[in-house]
């Protein structure tokens, strides 16, 4: 499988976790090219299937992800494709917030008119070594209030691996599915 993973980040996580599925996706046998959504753009044509990535902040994903999807929304649609979707709401077992969540994932999706066959949300990671002053002060609000951590002197990675690895599985059976339909 020819596959296309297109990805946006503010702090580096979720190029993490495409760069873990680029290595699981090529140990698997297929052939993978990956681009951050900042950079040059590579069009989903030619490609047999896509991962699309995003992170959340303050409620919305990257302005670039949003723009690269809307451009190539009809392609990605002929496509098997998965969006995967990063944010700490995802560590949260709050059903608050995941309704939240959904619901940012639910109007993006609107938004760009496209329609992944597999939508995964992943729980992402607090850098608070990244973060500047004041970004500081609001994650450590929000792990506050969320449960995470809050020693704005480490690091906390919630990204479940184990569900990653599952994302190249999920979407090769929705390509079977696919052509079984056509
Ligand atoms: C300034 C800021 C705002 C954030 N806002 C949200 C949010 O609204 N909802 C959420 O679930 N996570 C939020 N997060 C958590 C990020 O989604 C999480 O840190 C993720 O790992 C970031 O991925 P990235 O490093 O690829 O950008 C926020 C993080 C930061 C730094």
């Keep these: 499988m020819k596959l296309l993973i297109a990805y946006g980040t503010t702090e580096g996580q979720t190029r993490k976790i495409c760069e873990f599925l680029r290595d699981e996706a090529q140990q698997a046998g297929h052939w993978v090219s990956i681009a951050d959504t900042t950079g040059p753009q590579l069009r989903p044509s030619g490609f047999d299937a896509a991962i699309i990535a995003a992170s959340v902040h303050y409620g919305n994903y990257q302005a670039s992800v949003e723009h690269y999807v809307t451009d190539n929304h009809e392609l990605l649609n002929h496509i098997p494709s998965t969006f995967l979707s990063v944010s700490l709401t995802a560590a949260s077992d709050e059903p608050e917030s995941w309704k939240e969540l959904n619901n940012i994932t639910e109007s993006f999706l609107d938004r760009t008119h496209w329609n992944p066959d597999v939508v995964e949300q992943v729980a992402g990671a607090l850098l608070y ?19 995470g951590g809050t020693d704005t002197s480490e690091d906390y990675e919630y990204t479940d691996w184990d569900q990653v690895k599952q994302v190249i599985t999920k979407l090769e059976t929705a390509a079977k599915t696919r052509e079984q339909i056509t």
């Design 129 to 147: 070594s990244k973060y500047n002053f004041f970004k500081k002060f609001i994650m450590r609000l929000i792990a506050q209030r969320s449960g």
